[in-house]
């Protein structure tokens, strides 16, 4: 089994601004926004200095060609990013989406990054990658800039799969909010199936629900499993259980996409979940059993969201072990957290609920 690591130093530059909206009350805090250089960075060096990365393939991004983005986006859309980076100062170029001036090579690299992971995990069996990238990608659409995210990297990825000539590519979206572009992408899509577990009504509101399902031909190839706020790792897990993996049995995907946010941690300050890092291995190990057993164990985890600089890193570290099968680095989460133990009435309502409404057989 070998495991790549994509980790690209060139992505930091993309600066988006502070978090506060209000420029003379952001003058007074000097506080980086919740997305910025140091959640991959921070990740990347607890993999270096854990010795987990000395284990892994080291694959290069590159920036994704012109032909790549727009697998999934208009031509209007990159043109549009392209003129709003080539500005080089800090703009919106969506809701909750800004560049900054040296935006471009990020955005490309990000995308380009992750269809350089896919292409090496699909040049033998067994290969899995993670692409440690930014900017995140998933509420990106194919006109839309949205929510830190300017092009959908992990749509490009699966629709770059399928122009390699894979039949049927899924992808699982863990990130605490709902994926709204990439669930927009293919919507109509039949042949990739998007799995989203996320907080329920959260963000965008009003998406992501669970009679929410695709349309027309793609119609049952979407699949949202919403979760109350404060669900954990029990509540995860049977989620995966109980709705992810059946309905990767029904759809029967060459390859595994996982959109890894880690902002359904515990310690998210974006997000009000409550998910450890044995939580986000426990998920990673699930997809990776499911897919050695049915898709050559071809897996690709790209980065979404995951805001907390003390915790998001072993929530990547965790997630890393468990995409490459090696024993666990820490014996626990090495910060505190007050997570809920068991489950309650609500979260088992929700996941039969989503169980249900994709037409799943109880399992
Ligand atoms: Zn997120």
Redesign the pocket.
């Known amino acids: 089994m070998a495991t790549a690591l994509v980790y690209e130093e060139r992505c930091l530059a993309h600066d988006n601004g502070s978090m506060v909206l209000d420029p003379v009350a952001a003058s007074w805090l000097d506080v980086p926004h919740a997305e910025g250089a140091a959640r991959v960075a921070r990740a990347h060096a607890v993999l270096e200095r854990s010795g987990v990365a000395g284990r892994l393939e080291r694959l290069a991004a590159r920036p994704a060609e012109p032909g790549e983005l727009l697998l999934v986006h208009g031509a209007d859309h990159v043109g549009r990013m392209r003129r709003a980076c080539e500005r080089r100062e800090q703009a919106w170029v969506g809701p909750g989406a800004r560049v900054g001036a040296d935006s471009w090579e990020p955005a490309l690299l990000a995308a380009g990054g992750a269809v350089a992971a896919l292409e090496w995990v699909l040049g033998a069996p067994g290969r899995r990658a993670y692409a440690l990238l930014r900017p ?1 990608g ?2 990106a659409s194919a006109e839309e800039a949205m ?1 830190f995210c300017i092009f959908n990297n992990v749509a490009v990825a699966a629709a770059r799969a399928r122009q390699l000539g894979l039949a049927r590519v899924a992808i699982v979206d863990w ?3 709902h994926g709204n572009g990439t669930e927009d992408v293919f919507a109509a899509d039949p042949s990739v199936l998007f799995v989203s577990l996320h907080q329920d009504d959260f ?1 965008p509101q009003g998406r992501g629900r669970v009679g929410d399902r695709g349309r027309d031909e793609g119609l049952g190839a979407t699949v949202n499993v919403p979760l109350p706020p404060g669900s954990g790792d029990e509540v995860y897990l049977r989620a995966v259980d109980q709705v992810v993996v059946p309905a990767l049995d029904a759809f029967a995907p060459e390859l595994v996409l996982i959109s890894a ?1 880690q ?1 359904a941690a515990a310690s998210d300050p ?2 009000r979940m409550s998910v450890t890092s044995e939580g986000f291995r426990a998920m990673t190990d699930r997809l990776c059993a499911w897919a050695a057993g049915n898709c050559e164990g071809r897996v690709l985890a790209v980065q ?3 805001y907390s600089v003390d915790h998001m890193p072993f929530c990547v570290l965790a997630t890393v072990e468990a995409l490459a099968g090696l024993e666990p680095a820490l014996a626990a989460d090495p910060i505190e957290l007050d997570v809920p133990e068991g489950l309650r009435e609500i979260e088992i309502a929700a996941i039969e609920s989503a169980r249900q409404a994709a037409g799943l057989a109880a399992g």
Request: charged fraction near 20%; glycine fraction near 34%; hydrophobic fraction near 15%.
């Open positions: 995140p998933h509420h929510g990130d605490v909010h963000y946010g902002d974006l997000g979404e969201g995951g």
